[in-house]
């Protein structure tokens, strides 16, 4: 619990600390700063740097929509970040959320359109509100929520579920490689300090939209079946992947009240590149069906695979003086991957004008019952600004793929 004064103030101090923007003198610093928390783990892991990264079941659709047309079945993730351990014990970012996905198309729920299905909540904890003359006037709890919803369209994948549904043998167009769109669209309300002794309550409420674009090609992949006759022993896979998306899209305002006016949000713009290799040798596959075990083997592919990733990211918003302002980061990231049980993730964030430089790792492990069911725990631990300790992040996922489990059944 902290006692702060003036109240409004707490939050956003809080915020600038815990991500970089106190280091940019004569800058506004955005309203809703949960809008500019990426709430997967996985990618923190990889330095952020991940609005092309389309493998792994559970792509970043919060750094780019349009991933959500690789999503498959039913997901749910639940993820708690202390934000600032060094400064306040109480401060955190939950997210809840939800993805459903078949077929190409992925949608996203987090609070909308039904209340209670998933969330993102940033809570900037109990504070203790403190007149003019240091009189005590009880305590209440500052926080942002955003609720949203997205969907995405793999237009390769819808193409050859439509083909199939009309009974011909569909074209395998998502082999070779694919386009695919999305769109997020995002309630915000902010709380900031309730009204007390003589000072107007400070909340508010705002609408934004995010939009990308992914493309993939893939020039080799024998996973599905061809490929020359000499890689017939193992097979291979080669993606490399372009992404572009924007996130709260042309500024839009948060509406603070009659009192306080209206406040812009962070708009950002990303550019991602990405290249995926996997690898998965044919006999280690004929030797567990040969033992009876070829669900495992189903279970545990690809044997290896390895992934890389670089984002280019700008920040737009007004300065102090009325005119446009951007900061540039820079973000790259790995990811390896064995047996599809355990993954090792490592990156590096370069935000200097934000005052967060440095490195990010991370790990997962889980199992995927032949694709069908499975769960995954992630770590991370990321860079924040100068002088703050580095952030530590982790999460759960549950999965089940209706669509696989009748297949597989």
Wanted: aromatic share 10%.
């Amino acid at each position: 619990m902290r006692r702060l004064l003036p109240l409004f103030l707490a939050p956003l101090t809080l915020a600038a600390f815990a991500l970089g923007p106190a280091a940019r003198d004569a800058r506004a610093q955005g309203a809703a700063i949960s809008t500019t928390l990426d709430a997967s783990v996985r990618a923190a892991g990889m330095g952020r740097a991940s609005s092309s990264v389309f493998w792994g079941g559970d792509p970043d659709y919060w750094s780019n929509p349009a991933l959500l047309g690789y999503h498959q079945g039913v997901r749910y993730e639940y993820g708690r970040t202390q934000l600032i351990p060094s400064l306040a014990s109480d401060v955190f970012f939950t997210t809840k959320r939800v993805t459903l996905g078949a077929y190409g198309l992925g949608i996203a729920l987090a609070g909308k359109p039904f209340d209670k299905v998933g969330s993102v909540r940033l809570s900037y904890g109990l504070t203790q509100a403190t007149g003019p003359s240091g009189e005590d006037l009880g305590t209440f709890e500052p926080f942002e929520e955003v609720s949203s919803f997205g969907i995405g369209l793999s237009l390769a994948q819808a193409t050859e579920a439509i083909w199939r549904a009309t009974g011909d043998d569909a074209p395998a167009i998502a082999r070779y490689g694919d386009v695919a769109l999305g769109l997020t669209k995002k309630d915000v309300h902010v709380f900031l300090n309730p009204a007390l002794s003589g000072m107007p309550e400070t909340s508010g409420d705002g609408k934004a939209e995010d939009r990308g674009i992914f493309v993939r090609l893939s020039p080799l992949n024998t996973f599905d079946g061809g490929g020359p006759a000499a890689l017939k022993a193992v097979r291979l896979r080669l993606d490399l992947g372009h992404g572009r998306s924007t996130l709260n899209r042309g500024q839009p305002l948060l509406d603070l009240g009659p009192s306080n006016g209206t406040e812009p949000m962070v708009e950002e713009t990303r550019k991602g590149w990405s290249a995926h290799f996997a690898l998965h040798p044919v006999d280690f596959d004929q030797e567990l069906e040969h033992a009876r075990l070829g669900w495992l083997a189903r279970s545990v592919s690809p044997m290896m695979s390895f992934g890389v990733a670089r984002e280019d990211q700008t920040e737009h918003f007004p300065s102090a003086t009325g005119s446009a302002d951007e900061n540039h980061i820079d973000k790259h990231g790995w990811e390896a991957t064995l047996l599809n049980l355990v993954s090792f993730r490592g990156g590096h964030v370069s935000d200097p004008d934000g005052g967060v430089v440095g490195s990010t790792s991370g790990w997962g492990v889980g199992f995927t019952f032949e694709g069908a069911a499975g769960f995954r725990y992630d770590r991370a631990t990321v860079p924040q600004a100068s002088g703050l300790t580095r952030l530590k992040r982790k999460a759960w996922t549950f999965f089940v793929d209706p669509v696989r489990a009748v297949r597989v059944l």
